[in-house]
């Protein structure tokens, strides 16, 4: 039973390689023929220089970068209620004071 295990295990993992082998294989020749079919063929024409130069940025005589911008728009702002004062800041303080000594004072 022992062999047939490790059999049956060696089989599936010779699949396994087999087909991490032909994922491989295809990946590189996809690498191959893009870059034949087409990197080749970009990098012999004759705006190859042109473009590579746009790709790193550089300028050619009369040329100019344009920046756009987005315009911020404001943000809208939350309006709070006016506050209306009952009482002075005297008044405050006077109340304030005399409920904490009557919380303090014994009730008589």
């Known amino acids: 039973m022992l062999v047939a295990v490790q059999?049956?295990?060696?089989?599936?993992t010779i699949i396994e390689k087999t087909l991490q082998v032909q994922e491989q294989t295809k990946k590189v020749k996809d690498e191959i023929s893009y870059f034949n079919n087409f990197q080749l063929k970009y990098l012999n024409s004759s705006h190859a220089k042109r473009l590579l130069a746009h790709e790193n940025n550089i300028l050619e005589p009369g040329e100019a970068v344009i920046l756009f911008k987005?315009?911020?728009e404001p943000?809208?702002?939350e309006l709070l209620p006016a506050e209306t004062l009952e009482n002075t800041p005297r008044e405050e303080r006077k109340s304030f004071f005399s409920q904490k000594i009557s919380a303090i004072s014994p009730e008589g």
Not at 7 to 12: E, K
């Open 7 to 12: 059999t049956y295990v060696n089989y599936t």
């Open 70 to 72: 987005a315009k911020k």
């Open 75 to 77: 943000q809208a702002k």
